[in-house]
């Protein structure tokens, strides 16, 4: 039986927001100023794989974001200046 691969559109597009929205940067200049790999940012910005929790912390301590923000796309308890992002 081959295994699906799960995909997470949802949180790759709030990714993408995030990034627009506190900055002018592409996908790579993001990455290497968050010290992500540009690569798997590029997969978890297009929902490829999911961003782990260490990298969703680092955004959310950064932006002011939560991760029930990130994962889930719940905007209670988000700053006003992440809630405008979404």
Not at 47 to 67: F, N, S
Request: hydrophobic share 35%.
């Amino acid at each position: 039986m081959a295994t699906e691969r799960k995909h997470y559109p949802e949180i790759g597009l709030r990714l993408r927001k995030i990034r627009e929205g506190f900055s002018e940067m592409n996908q790579t200049e993001w990455a290497e100023a968050h010290g992500f790999n540009k690569t798997q940012y590029h997969q978890w910005e297009k929902g490829v794989r999911r961003i782990p929790l260490e990298a969703a912390e680092k955004i959310c301590a950064r932006y002011g974001m939560t991760l029930d923000g990130i994962y889930l796309g719940r905007l209670d308890g988000l700053s006003s200046n992440a809630r405008k992002v979404f």
